[in-house]
């Protein structure tokens, strides 16, 4: 058997009706022209042949009695492709907007947690304004996985299983590994349970003189630059240089509808101006949305006299580690939405992000990716479920305004069971407080970037978007006019 860690365990028991814990992503797909309504068939096939090399796609979650301890994976040893692969005509001729509509009615809906944590929908009936390779159709694929089956990286190399560098690629087949499914008895399930609780106890102790002394060093650093502002001394005396974010409209509790909109921005761009700013393409993602934050919040008379706070995940995962699970730490960096001057946002946000990469940075190999946790599992579905009924997100002052995440992917062409992979959009979490999520995903040359929101939180998504592309024009304003 193989336990869930502490910390996939936990997207698990945060999830409730009005808050999924997958993610996803969006594709364009280009097929010849009349193969579009096969696709769904030739899908099925092709992962069929890949579940060797993907077994996240095979396993489904089993629980133990009163949620004393971490549920775990239990492998399937047949998987329905019918159950997990959906075929959809949407009302032709369908554009973007009605594609993300209808994406953003899936991603709200819970994933069947008696079968693998992951699903895909093939969309076809999609009009003429997106009918731009000449002699192909070209289709769309949606697809979802659990939050706890893989974090955003894990994401990236379960791709890389199923994905191809041609259109015609044949892989040997992987070898068979062999994988009991049948279903474990209680005592040998709590044994095992107990095993890896204990096995994490004694990592955990090996650990601790380590983050004892980032802790100190990060504490040590924070005083020493001065930057908890006085007015927030009392709230942070605990956590020095942590100060609570403004409340914004993305700041709510949320409901179980959702909103979707992307954007997509040339790579190459995004390098050169990089490069000539001395800064990295994540600086500049992060200015994007900084002056974006600031349009959109400037328009609907909510723009806070501070900084906005982004929650950014940090990888934890060791280079060459390609497993599923979550590695990830949460760090926070302001973004300076109350300047009103793109140069000296941008001069802020290169200073942030230096603070901010110097403390991630200490983290690898510090923090652990797994810890003893009996009773974790039912204190986090206790503790969401009382944060949901009592609407803590709407009386609680925020620690971040947003979520922002960067994933780097492949710059080559990919192929999926034949078809050419146009476009690779990601589609992330909102929960309570944060409702407004923003991932950025570069592929092939362009930088996609997916906004997620529940309406409560966003309520102009087309606005936004715009907002993302004013603020792109903005950045570029910046660039040296001999560039």
């Known amino acids: 058997m ?39 068939e030739r899908l099925r096939k092709h992962l069929r042949e890949r579940l060797e090399l993907a077994p996240a ?4 979650v089993q629980f133990l009695p009163l949620n004393v301890l971490t549920p775990y994976w239990q492998h399937a040893d047949k998987v329905d492709m019918k159950q997990q692969v959906l075929h959809e005509r949407l009302s032709a001729p369908a554009d973007l907007e009605t594609l993300h509509a209808r994406v953003a009615s899936l991603h709200a809906e819970l994933l069947d947690r008696s079968l693998p944590l992951w699903q895909m929908v093939v969309f076809t009936g999609l009009g003429k304004s997106l009918q731009t390779v000449p002699g192909h159709e070209v289709i769309a694929l949606y697809s979802k996985v659990h939050h706890a089956a893989v974090d955003g990286q894990g994401a990236v190399a379960l791709a890389n299983a199923i994905l191809d560098l041609s259109p015609d690629a044949k892989r040997d087949p992987a070898p068979k590994t062999k994988r009991s499914s049948v279903k474990l008895g209680l005592a040998e399930a709590l044994t095992g349970a107990l095993s890896h609780q204990l096995a994490q106890a004694v990592d955990l102790a090996k650990r601790v003189p380590d983050a004892w002394q980032l802790f100190r060093n990060q504490s040590k650093s924070a005083r020493t630059e001065g930057k908890t502002p006085k007015a927030d001394s009392k709230a942070t005396s605990a956590m020095p240089g942590l100060s609570l974010a403004p409340r914004t409209p993305f700041n709510a509790s949320i409901t179980a509808e959702r909103c979707f909109g992307s954007l997509d921005l040339p790579l190459p761009a995004l390098k050169l101006f990089s490069k000539l700013h001395g800064a990295s ?25 501070k900084s906005l706070v982004a929650a950014i995940p940090v990888s934890l995962r060791a280079s060459g580690d390609a497993s599923a699970n979550n590695q990830v730490a949460m760090t926070l960096m302001d973004l300076p939405t109350h300047l009103a001057q793109a140069d000296k946002r941008f001069a802020a946000i290169l200073a942030n992000s230096a603070r901010m990469k110097s403390g991630a ?14 009773g974790w599992p039912w204190l986090v579905k206790s503790l969401t479920q009382l944060y949901s009924k009592q609407k803590l997100a709407d009386r609680l002052p925020p620690i971040a305004n947003l979520v922002v995440s960067n994933v780097p992917g492949p710059q080559v062409p990919l192929y999926l069971a034949g078809a050419a992979m146009l476009s690779y959009v990601p589609v992330s979490i909102v929960t309570h407080g944060l409702g407004l999520n923003v991932t950025v995903q570069s592929y092939n040359g362009r930088v996609h970037v997916g906004l997620l929101a529940s309406p409560e939180a966003v309520s102009d998504m087309g606005g936004l978007v715009a907002d993302f592309e004013a603020a792109w024009l903005e950045l570029q304003s910046l660039m040296p006019r001999s560039a």
Request: net charge positive; proline share 7%.
């Open 2 to 40: 193989k336990s869930l860690s502490t910390i996939d365990s936990a997207f698990l028991f945060m999830e409730r009706p009005e808050m999924p814990m997958h993610v996803g992503s969006v594709h364009l797909l280009s097929v010849p022209k009349g193969q579009g309504r096969g696709f769904a």
């Open 57 to 60: 796609l095979t396993r489904i």
């Open 281 to 305: 393409i994540n600086d500049a993602v992060l200015a994007i949305v900084t002056g974006a934050m600031r349009r959109y919040l400037k328009r609907a008379k909510a723009l806070p006299k």
């Open 361 to 374: 940075t200490g983290m690898k190999g510090v923090l652990p990716t797994d810890f003893p946790a009996i």
